[in-house]
């Protein structure tokens, strides 16, 4: 199966997501992250610039096998995945062989306003520590969606 975490900026949330996905943050049950895990253990946390929108970018591989990757689709959520979905039946895979998990709904207010003023602004002094706290505050919520994730997975596998 292939996983993607998708979100309107896909660098944030989705690195997060994918992160503890892979077991790369936020192991045994952990119900917090610190800042300097966030920054230096998560891949492309606060790091994807506006000219990678749009872009699936893989994060790699989990213990059963499938792939995992995040997606910063802007406002249009149906537009990206039909898009993903498309090449994927061109490259001969099955729509049932992607799994959309939509991050959206975990992003707190701290991290709108951090990840637009470190993004969008790229006033990134100001504005990563603003999304980074948010992040750690919306950790328990991506864990458990995260969580949620691997079920449907083995559900479906």
Request: with cysteine.
């Amino acid at each position: 199966m292939i996983v993607v975490y998708h979100d309107y900026g896909g660098t944030h949330s989705t690195a997060l997501a994918a992160a503890i996905h892979l077991g790369i943050v936020g192991g045994d049950g952990a119900t917090s992250i610190d800042s300097r895990s966030l920054l230096s253990r998560v891949p492309y946390f606060d790091q994807v610039p506006n000219t990678c929108k749009g872009t699936v970018m893989r994060i790699g591989r989990d213990s059963d096998g499938n792939e995992v990757f995040i997606l910063g689709r802007r406002g249009d959520a149906d537009l990206a995945i039909n898009t993903v979905l498309s090449a994927a039946r061109l490259l001969g895979r099955c729509d049932s062989d992607i799994l959309f998990v939509d991050v959206s709904k975990r992003i707190n207010l701290l991290m709108r306003i951090g990840g637009f003023i470190s993004r969008r602004l790229n006033l990134i002094p100001i504005g990563r520590p603003i999304v980074t706290y948010g992040t750690r505050k919306a950790f328990p919520s991506i864990s458990q969606l995260v969580k949620k994730t691997k079920r449907t997975l083995a559900q479906l596998q």
